[in-house]
């Protein structure tokens, strides 16, 4: 069997994703960019949840997807946290296009920055969204 990993074609956060039964159509509500305090509201500053939404292809065979979370600090990349793997079997069809869609709960951000959300392929990163908060 071969294994493949899979291109990312989109990396999206936004607020919530809905998938339609029986289809393979899903609608992204609320993009997301940045995340705005309420004024005088202080930190650290918790996002309830946050879905990134995946388009891949050119993936075969079993791999393991994750998601990791850091913050950039004067230049120099901090994680802050890392997603159990979650094992995705791609099948063998590289043309095949997958949707997958990946809840993140319950986020504290502890100041004001730029934080990026990175996919992870069998512990290598293949796709980055970042978000500013402010």
Do not use: K, W
């Amino acid at each position: 069997m071969a294994s493949e990993i899979p291109v990312v074609r989109h990396f999206i956060a936004c607020a919530e994703v809905v998938v339609q039964p029986g289809t393979r159509n899903a609608t992204l509500r609320n993009l997301i960019h940045a995340i705005v305090r309420l004024p005088g509201e202080p930190f650290p500053c918790i996002c309830e949840q946050v879905t990134l939404y995946a388009v891949l292809t050119n993936g075969r065979g079993e791999h393991d997807l994750a998601v990791e979370l850091a913050v950039d600090e004067e230049g120099a990349e901090r994680s802050l946290r890392l997603s159990r793997s979650r094992h995705v079997d791609f099948g063998q069809d590289p043309t095949l296009v997958h949707g997958l869609p990946i809840r993140v709960r319950n986020i504290t951000f502890d100041r004001a920055g730029h934080y990026a959300f990175y996919l992870l392929c069998d512990g290598r990163r293949i796709a980055e969204e970042t978000l500013e908060v402010r």
